[in-house]
């Protein structure tokens, strides 16, 4: 009988599941990535700044009268607008992908650029909106916009750029929502926007934005209409502008590195829980000797045993001080939890050649470390020596008898044993994560040793930290996984009883019955 699949619980998620990816090689794929031809756009790095004028109107001008605004300014393409269907060889007119853009303005009529000026001028704040623009010494048109608006920028401008840039960073804000609309609806206005007979209330509902239609419908439609709409424009020359933006605000403005917080604390009294491995420690040891039958070679009482030990010498150092929330935290942990699955493996599959082959595994790489050391000129290591390499390669047999195996001890990748012992989940919850940390990947870096910068103008960078982070405890995951070592110790010798306390977590066993929430 086939086992019944958990139900997955991932409430108010709108992300694909693991299941939901297609394995192509040794990569999971999202069912976006898997679509040919793909391209990315990014508002925020690139449109954002392209559209600043507009994203400061909507941040200083109240928004029902902005919108007012921003219908106005688009309706100026209806001056400009392309015949539905022109003529046969008639040229094109002029206006063929026209924006509203920083780049492209100077590049369009400056009646064009005038008329959109003068809209946002008739508003009372119209000023207070678009004097910061004059800040940017690269802004393209700059003597255009000095000439408009014929003042000088005052320092608060500064401070308008920047909640400008944070209202409209995130493309799906209502505010940056705003600002594609109006893209969108310059496009209409000038004809270049086409739609089928059966958009055509989508059509009018972009025209009556934001006062007709389901808006949790016609958001979405506004920025993916934008997108497409971001390439019309028949000139595909690299637009400099954006980058050039972000560089002069990074120049001319200082960082805020948002503030560390809490990562949660330990849940266990150092002083109970460092009596407690001494106490389960001594029963161990107890344990050994009672169940010890040979002082000859023992791979299996050995191994078993050594597992339980070294699990132990894992938790006591990860118990002190901060070293559960800290880096070495982790490196612990991912260490136990291939102690688990391999002993688990050994205890259910493994036969007494394979304990045999684990433990002359090891010897073998005590050898392998043994020779590398000899042959090593210039600095050697110092966490090891020479001595305490050449007892252990030669311990149970003289190493000229010794095998290194340059594989697997058993041939098996470490996921293939927890499949094989019942042990996938511990190995799901732990091993992936953790290994990010032993093997120094970048999410590692990013959680332990950066920050954001909370200066919108830096587009929320990361930046690093004067001194790492703390990160969750690792100290009940750790007690988790010691006690199934010893569980499996117990198996392989019954008598075994000494466990920790662990308090129950909460699972996510029941399904939220909330339906995800929909996107703006």
Same mark, same amino acid.
């Given at each position: 009988?086939?086992?019944?699949?958990?139900?997955?619980?991932?409430?108010?998620?709108?992300?694909?599941?693991?299941?939901?990816?297609?394995?192509?090689?040794?990569?999971?794929?999202?069912?976006?990535?898997?679509?040919?031809?793909?391209?990315? &756009?990014?508002?925020?790095?690139? #449109?954002?700044?392209?559209?600043?004028?507009?994203?400061?109107?909507?941040?200083?001008?109240?928004?029902?009268?902005?919108?007012?605004?921003?219908?106005?300014?688009?309706?100026?393409?209806?001056? !400009?607008?392309?015949?539905?269907?022109?003529?046969?060889?008639?040229?094109?007119?002029?206006?063929?992908?026209?924006?509203? #853009?920083?780049?492209?303005?100077?590049?369009?009529?400056?009646?064009?650029?005038?008329?959109?000026?003068?809209?946002?001028?008739?508003?009372?704040?119209?000023?207070?909106?678009?004097?910061?623009?004059?800040?940017?010494?690269?802004?393209?048109?700059?003597?255009?916009?000095?000439?408009?608006?014929?003042?000088?920028?005052?320092?608060?401008?500064?401070?308008?750029?920047?909640?400008?840039?944070?209202?409209?960073?995130?493309?799906?804000?209502?505010?940056?929502?705003?600002?594609?609309?109006?893209?969108?609806?310059?496009?209409?206005?000038?004809?270049?926007?086409?739609?089928?007979?059966?958009?055509?209330?989508?059509?009018?509902?972009?025209?009556? !934005?934001?006062?007709?239609?389901?808006? #949790?419908?016609?958001?979405?439609?506004?920025?993916?209409?934008?997108?497409?709409?971001?390439?019309?424009?028949?000139?595909?020359?690299?637009?400099?502008?954006?980058?050039?933006?972000?560089?002069?605000?990074?120049?001319?403005?200082?960082?805020?590195? $948002?503030?560390?917080?809490?990562?949660?604390?330990?849940?266990?009294?150092?002083?109970?829980?460092?009596?407690?491995?001494?106490?389960?420690?001594?029963?161990?040891?107890?344990?050994?000797?009672?169940?010890?039958?040979?002082?000859?070679?023992?791979?299996?009482?050995?191994?078993?045993?050594?597992?339980?030990?070294?699990?132990?010498?894992?938790?006591?150092?990860? &118990?002190?001080?901060?070293? &559960?929330?800290?880096?070495?935290?982790?490196?612990?942990?991912? &260490?136990?939890?291939?102690?688990?699955?391999?002993?688990?493996?050994?205890?259910?599959?493994?036969?007494?050649?394979?304990?045999?082959?684990?433990?002359?595994?090891?010897?073998?790489?005590?050898?392998?470390?043994?020779?590398?050391?000899?042959?090593?000129?210039?600095?050697?290591?110092?966490?090891?020596?020479?001595?305490?390499?050449?007892?252990?390669?030669?311990?149970? !047999?003289?190493?000229? !008898?010794?095998?290194?195996?340059?594989?697997?001890?058993?041939?098996?990748?470490?996921?293939?044993?927890?499949?094989?012992?019942?042990?996938?989940?511990?190995?799901?919850?732990?091993?992936?994560?953790?290994?990010?940390?032993?093997?120094?990947?970048?999410? $590692?870096?990013?959680?332990?040793?950066?920050?954001?910068?909370?200066?919108?103008?830096?587009?929320?960078?990361?930046?690093?930290?004067?001194?790492?982070?703390?990160?969750?405890?690792?100290?009940?995951?750790?007690?988790?996984?010691?006690?199934?070592?010893?569980?499996?110790?117990?198996?392989?010798?019954?008598?075994?009883?000494?466990?920790?306390?662990?308090?129950?977590?909460?699972?996510?066993?029941?399904?939220?019955?909330? $339906?995800?929430?929909?996107?703006?």
């Amino acid at each position: 009988m086939s086992k019944k699949k958990k139900k997955m619980h991932r409430p108010g998620k709108i992300t694909t599941p693991l299941a939901g990816h297609k394995k192509i090689g040794k990569a999971l794929v999202p069912p976006f990535m898997q679509l040919p031809g793909m391209s990315f &756009s990014s508002w925020a790095n690139d #449109r954002l700044p392209d559209m600043l004028w507009a994203c400061l109107v909507i941040t200083v001008i109240p928004r029902k009268e902005a919108i007012e605004v921003f219908r106005d300014i688009a309706g100026i393409g209806l001056k !400009y607008r392309q015949d539905d269907e022109p003529h046969q060889g008639a040229e094109p007119k002029q206006a063929r992908g026209w924006t509203l #853009r920083h780049a492209d303005l100077p590049n369009q009529p400056r009646e064009l650029f005038n008329a959109l000026v003068a809209r946002v001028l008739r508003c009372h704040a119209g000023l207070q909106a678009l004097r910061p623009l004059l800040l940017l010494d690269n802004l393209p048109g700059l003597q255009w916009w000095k000439a408009a608006l014929d003042t000088d920028p005052v320092d608060d401008d500064w401070q308008t750029l920047g909640q400008a840039v944070l209202k409209t960073f995130d493309h799906q804000s209502q505010e940056a929502t705003d600002v594609r609309w109006l893209s969108v609806l310059f496009k209409i206005g000038l004809g270049e926007l086409h739609v089928f007979e059966g958009l055509r209330e989508r059509v009018q509902e972009l025209i009556e !934005y934001p006062y007709r239609g389901e808006m #949790r419908s016609v958001r979405p439609s506004i920025r993916s209409m934008e997108m497409a709409v971001a390439t019309l424009k028949p000139d595909q020359a690299p637009n400099l502008w954006p980058e050039a933006f972000w560089a002069y605000m990074l120049e001319r403005t200082v960082c805020l590195p $948002a503030p560390l917080k809490s990562r949660g604390r330990a849940s266990h009294d150092p002083l109970a829980l460092s009596k407690a491995i001494n106490d389960v420690r001594e029963a161990l040891l107890k344990h050994w000797y009672s169940s010890l039958s040979t002082s000859g070679l023992n791979p299996k009482h050995d191994g078993a045993f050594g597992f339980g030990f070294y699990a132990l010498a894992c938790l006591a150092e990860m &118990s002190m001080g901060p070293m &559960s929330s800290a880096i070495t935290g982790r490196l612990l942990l991912r &260490s136990l939890t291939e102690c688990r699955i391999s002993l688990a493996y050994l205890v259910r599959n493994g036969t007494d050649e394979m304990w045999k082959k684990f433990r002359s595994y090891g010897a073998g790489q005590a050898k392998l470390a043994l020779l590398k050391y000899e042959e090593m000129s210039g600095q050697k290591p110092q966490f090891v020596t020479l001595e305490t390499l050449e007892a252990l390669a030669n311990e149970d !047999y003289f190493q000229e !008898y010794v095998e290194i195996d340059l594989g697997h001890w058993c041939g098996k990748d470490l996921r293939r044993l927890a499949e094989e012992s019942g042990t996938k989940e511990d190995y799901d919850r732990y091993y992936g994560w953790a290994s990010g940390f032993v093997h120094g990947q970048w999410g $590692a870096m990013r959680d332990t040793n950066f920050t954001h910068c909370l200066n919108p103008l830096h587009r929320f960078h990361r930046i690093p930290l004067p001194f790492h982070r703390m990160l969750e405890p690792t100290i009940d995951d750790a007690l988790h996984l010691v006690n199934r070592i010893l569980d499996d110790v117990n198996a392989a010798y019954p008598g075994f009883e000494a466990r920790f306390i662990v308090e129950d977590v909460p699972g996510d066993e029941e399904e939220s019955t909330e $339906a995800p929430a929909e996107p703006a």
